[in-house]
């Protein structure tokens, strides 16, 4: 029996992700998979994400109905069963022989013929017990680790809004500052509902963002809220550096809101920042591939934007694969570069120029502790309170009236997925003395 395109290519990209450090967004957005029929690409995508977001939640149920442990199966035979577990768990549509059946041609495809009579045998064994998706423990789909810390740092409520947030695939949001494009995407059959904080800001309730003229002629983007926030605390300069800019969505922000600054997008990965190039084709922007801790300063700029690499915990609903990667000494180890990278920025800065430093990250290691090791070794730079820039956000009528103290951790600005309805960002908003 053959494999459905669907899944065989759902298995390949399975694979990839546990065996190489590719993102399932990425490889969903390849140009082979957007070949692929929408409905099929649908299915695609269900299958990578709910496997992700729900991957120790199967092996659980795999490992209550399997006479082998999980962890001595092959990756070839674990991943056809956990695809098949999460097409009996969550796809009503899906009959239960079509999950089973081609969970074991998958593992014959993967010259696994010896374990096809062990998959079948587990899967209809699940199938005939099978539990509810709505009973399913939203916190039991992370790493414990993750949920301990989090509820150390946010507290009981906001570590269950943060894995139920994490375990739903989150609406596109997109930035729409021309008011025609909404009657235009209306044409196109999509249908949008205002953002949470952003004036510019709307929810995808109904139709295909990527599929529109509107989007492909890049006259949109589709950006996480929290992220188009984190770029308007940039405000206004005659020249502004971003750092770690690809793929340029909050380039694209900071150009559009000074389209006469000078603006030098870096970024370490050439590949990127060809793409960045093509995102961010504005006039006023300059893009440089290059490592800005090994950048000469040989001018200073009014404002510099550190946008982070970072462990990405904030966005777990978006790219489910990082709480499976990510180990607790990470965090250290990436707190270190954050470091290094900020402290070049810093030099980039003139006197008097303010610097955001932000991640899209959880953890205190990766971002206060970032910004206290930063001030403590430079006692020319000085925290603004975030307070003052979303009040003045507020005055200019780009955030809507909204609670601020719920957007505020202290002196910074802190979203947090299921409490916002935004991916999870820090920022530190800094200013050097004149
Ligand atoms: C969080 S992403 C930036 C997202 C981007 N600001 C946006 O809004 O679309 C961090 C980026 O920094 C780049 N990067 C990592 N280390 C760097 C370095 N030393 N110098 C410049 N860019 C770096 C990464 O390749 C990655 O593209």
Redesign the pocket.
């Known amino acids: 029996m053959p494999v459905s395109p669907a899944r065989g290519a759902a298995f390949e990209a399975l694979l990839r992700i546990e065996n190489t450090d590719a993102y399932a967004s990425e490889l969903l957005h390849s140009s082979r998979l957007a070949k692929l029929p929408p409905g099929d690409h649908g299915l695609v995508t269900e299958l990578v994400m709910g496997v992700l977001r729900w991957r120790s939640v199967l092996d659980n149920t795999i490992g209550k109905h399997s006479s082998q442990l999980v962890t001595k199966l092959d990756l070839e035979v674990l991943t056809a069963l956990r695809m098949g577990v999460q097409q009996l768990i969550f796809l009503d549509r899906v009959p239960a022989h079509a999950a089973i059946n081609e969970s074991v041609e998958l593992v014959k495809r993967a010259h696994k013929r010896s374990a096809a009579g062990f998959v079948n045998a587990v899967l209809r064994k699940i199938a005939e017990n099978r539990p509810k998706d709505t009973g399913l423990d939203v916190c039991a789909a992370h790493p414990d680790w993750l949920v301990d810390r989090w509820r150390q740092n946010y507290g009981t409520d906001a570590v269950r809004r943060i894995c139920e947030y994490d375990q739903t695939p989150p609406a596109p949001v997109v930035r729409i500052t021309d008011p025609a494009l909404v009657a235009e995407l209306k044409e196109e059959g999509v249908r949008l509902a205002p953002g949470s904080f952003l004036t510019s800001a709307s929810r995808v309730t109904a139709g295909e963002i990527a599929r529109t003229k509107t989007f492909r002629e890049r006259r949109l983007a589709v ?1 996480d809220e929290a ?1 188009q926030l984190v ?1 308007l605390l940039i405000g206004a300069g005659g020249s502004i550096l ?10 694209r922000i900071i150009a559009e809101g000074n389209p006469k600054a000078t603006v030098v997008a ?4 050439p590949h ?1 920042a060809r793409l960045l190039r093509k995102l961010v084709p504005d006039s006023n922007v300059g893009v440089v591939a ?4 090994a950048t000469p300063v040989c001018k200073t700029f009014d404002a510099v ?1 550190v ?4 462990s990405g915990t904030g966005t777990l609903a978006r790219n489910p694969e990082i709480k499976w990667r990510l180990k607790l000494d990470d965090l250290l180890r990436l707190q270190a ?1 954050q470091l ?2 900020l402290f070049a920025a810093m030099k980039h800065l003139a006197p008097g120029g303010r610097l955001v430093y932000s ?2 990250s959880l953890e205190p290691e990766e971002n206060e502790q970032v910004i206290e090791k930063a001030l403590g070794n430079d006692p020319s730079f000085a925290v603004i309170n975030c307070r003052e820039e979303l009040e003045a956000l507020q005055r200019s009528g780009d955030l809507v009236s909204v609670d601020l103290e719920s957007l505020l951790s202290g002196p910074y600005l802190r979203t947090i997925p299921g409490v916002h309805r935004c991916d999870g960002f820090f920022a530190a908003v800094l200013r050097k003395s004149e």
Do not use: F, N, W
């Open positions: 950006q992220s770029a971003d750092c770690c800019a690809a793929p340029g969505g909050k380039t870096m970024e370490l990965h990127r290059g490592d800005v801790r934007l946008d982070a690499p970072c570069y290094e990278i991640t899209c």
